[in-house]
């Protein structure tokens, strides 16, 4: 029997498609299909599939072409499986000329002619297309427009800021079509909005935005006080938009992969988790070191060890304490906040004037998790035990700062037409807020 193998996405399976198959499926006797796994599609940076796995296998099998079915997972799985199965031919698209000649050592190689005009990005692109407006140009909106280039199907097309004359300038730097003087205008011309401004200010606009049928994407802390969140959440379902916390943490696959692994019993009991996160900030006049901005350590940084211990200790705290560490100024530099459960416990740590190691530790009964720094920008972390033999070692891609991977789930959100993303829903939400708001006993040190 000729067996020819060839692989693909199959993203909104099209005519291409399903021509490929066809030209494929002549070569041999048995096709072998092999499927992008999902995870496998975002390691390699295709942040934009927009079908989950078991949508595309059951469109590749309802063509009636595929005698077998597999996914692929992994770079050189091709190598692997075309010896296993005992393939003869590899079959792919012209797109893709000469990129595996290198299979040649295994089987044949054949590039086939791909179809004209048409595309799973071209499709994805008409499905629907989300003109997203920024409120705020600052650090992280700078950083958040170059990231915004690797997601597919969105584009900033407009900023709002306070000084008409600094949005100007940041648009005309980075070629974003328009810079608005009126909110209303603004918000008329985008879909969604992505809120980049000092902390005290997330609340009056996210409120408007929603108000006005606008998905929001926030910054953290998305408010200082559990009713404004309680509000918005509120908002974002009547209207039926996406309300979305920037944390990018939430949204990143080894982040992800960590959290159930440790739930997984692989470490036995979780009782107790330790995260740091600490960013020196040496210019005491920026925003960070600003009362009036809502500024100091904690509200600036806890929200990352905080959600380390939502997603994996959960949010019945029943206990905690809360202390914040000052110098001369009135923010805090350094901020400890212990959480008791009624089986674990939790010591978070975050410091812009006071250094610490940014390490990430869950502690079981059978073994712990390591993840060093920045475990919150998450691409390895080891399970560990007494035998050191057992370890196991777990790296993911992460690409770009992050941002990518909080944006796209935000685009998804928007098309799956959910208000909430499991990653980080509204509970999650109202927890972050909870222990940012916190009452706490300051520390004088100076
Ligand atoms: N293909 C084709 N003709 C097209 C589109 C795709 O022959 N018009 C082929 C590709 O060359 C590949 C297979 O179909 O062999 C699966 O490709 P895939 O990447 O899933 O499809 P695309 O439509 O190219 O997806 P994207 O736009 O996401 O890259």
Redesign the pocket.
Known sequence: MKKII???????L????I???K??KKLGDHLIVGV?GEEYDKNRG?L??SQSLHERIKNVEKTGLADQIIIEEYDGQKVVDIQKYGVETF??????EGKFDYLQEYCKVKY?????????????NNLSFVKLGMIGYGKIAKRFLIESKFVSNTEIIAVYGKNYKSSKKFIDKNEIKYAEKNFNKFLENVDAVYIATPHDSHYEYAKLCLIAGKHVLCEKPMTLSLNETKDLIRLAKKNNVVLMEAVKTAYIDGFSKMVSLSKSGIIGDIVHLDASFTKFISNKNSREYDIQMSGGSHNELMTYPLIAACKILGHDVINYKNLRYYLKSDVDIFSKLELEYKKSTANLYVGIGAKKEGDLVITGTKGYIYCHAPWWKTSQFEIKFEDSKKNIKHKHNFLGDGLRYELAEFISCINAKSSFSFRLNDLDMLFLTKFINSDYKSIKLG
Request: charge should be positive; avoid cysteine; charged fraction near 20%.
């Open positions: 060839t692989y693909g996405t199959f993203d909104i099209h005519n291409g498609h021509a490929l198959l030209r494929a992008t295709k934009n599939v079959a792919i698209g012209s797109d893709w086939l002619p791909r179809t004209k005009g048409i595309s799973s990005t071209h499709l994805r």
